[in-house]
């Protein structure tokens, strides 16, 4: 069993940065993949962001790339997600999510998954 608690969700200008965390416990090990993925009202989850446990180069949606970074810690078995230059287009409901088959965009792969946490942006 992993649990998953995200954390640094809020209320960001556009222009302006936010970092989220994502801390994991549990059963880790088996865990070969992170990823972010994110819903906004009335819309479908949708992929933002991925990495491999081991490194690696990440995959990003093309509306975030350029602008948000994937990244973890190992150590700490914690994995965050810089946002950088936010759009209003951004605002969702932000999940961190783990796969123990490998990264990708496809939900699917990923099999354990935080509570969210909220990201609004202002115009």
């Known amino acids: 069993q992993v649990q998953l608690v995200e954390s640094g969700g809020g209320l960001a200008q556009a222009g302006g940065s936010l970092r989220l965390s994502c801390a994991a416990s549990g059963r880790t090990f088996r865990n070969r993949a992170m990823g972010w993925f994110r819903q906004a009202p009335g819309k479908e989850r949708e992929f933002v962001a991925a990495l491999s446990w081991s490194g690696g180069i990440p995959y990003y949606a093309d509306s975030v790339k350029g602008r948000f970074t994937i990244s973890k810690d190992n150590a700490k078995n914690t994995m965050y997600l810089q946002m950088n230059s936010l759009k209003p287009e951004d605002t969702a409901i932000y999940y961190c999510?783990?796969?123990?088959?490998?990264?990708?965009?496809?939900?699917?792969?990923?099999?354990?998954w935080g509570q969210g946490t909220q990201v609004t942006v202002s115009s």
């Open positions: 999510a783990l796969s123990d088959v490998g990264p990708g965009s496809d939900a699917r792969l990923f099999r354990s």
